[in-house]
């Protein structure tokens, strides 16, 4: 299998979690098939390391109920199903929402100035069809904002619930980044009124919005299988 198409695969220090957001990635763009079995040793010369960040990453994965493991077999793809990707957002559109509610009491000028130029930087890259940039970009102005709430374990819940979330795929969806724009302006301008509900509710329904488009995409595709 080829990853010669791909950005290069950045060593840091954290190798285990470089190789599970590698995996994850294939995962949701149907390289890695549900029911297919991953080698260690593959996986590990595609990448260029060693073995063991890569058993490493497929435990993680195997907690995050992705992969299965099998005596003798190794660790095989778990299939996603419509519902999975309704219950993540549906976590994610509670949680954000609360982060960006606590944001918008607290978020000072010079804050919510960084914040605007976040998003002055994505809707760039997003004109450039740039989606590597689009994806950082995009996981900077939520990060901000969770920062910015100033709830760390509501944030971390966050964290948590988005390693579900095929982030990557967003860029590619028809009319998504006109409707993530859209969105993120209204989030900004409710901060700029320091207006709580109005954030909440923004933030909310931005992450609700995606799930048809989403689902219909990583259908259409055979990532994932209906319920």
Do not use: C
Not at 118 to 129: F, T
Not at 153 to 176: D, N, Q
Request: aromatic share 6%.
């Amino acid at each position: 299998m080829s990853i010669g198409s791909e950005p290069a695969f950045a060593i840091r220090p954290q190798l285990s979690d470089d190789v599970a957001r590698y995996v994850r990635r294939r995962i949701f763009d149907g390289t890695f098939a549900a029911g297919e079995y991953l080698r260690l040793d593959q996986l590990a010369a595609e990448v260029g390391i060693s073995v063991t960040p890569v058993r490493e990453a497929l435990l993680t994965l195997r907690a995050e109920g992705l992969l299965d493991q099998h005596p003798r077999r190794g660790f095989m793809v778990v299939a996603v199903t419509a519902r999975d990707i309704a219950d993540v957002a549906g976590v994610q559109a509670y949680v954000g929402g609360e982060l960006a509610a606590r944001a918008a009491e607290n978020v000072t000028d010079e804050q919510l100035a960084a914040l605007t130029a976040i998003q002055d930087d994505l809707e760039k890259a997003y004109d450039g069809a740039d989606l590597e940039r689009t994806v950082r970009l995009n996981h900077d102005y939520h990060r901000m904002i969770n920062v910015v709430a100033d709830a760390p374990k509501l944030a971390h819940v966050m964290s948590t619930i988005t390693r579900y979330a095929p982030e990557s795929v967003f860029p590619t969806l028809e009319g998504w980044p006109r409707q993530s724009i859209h969105d993120h302006r209204r989030v900004l301008a409710a901060l700029g009124r320091r207006d709580p509900r109005e954030a909440r509710s923004a933030m909310a329904e931005h992450f609700a919005v995606g799930v048809a488009p989403l689902v219909e995409h990583l259908l259409a595709r055979g990532v994932i299988a209906a319920d």
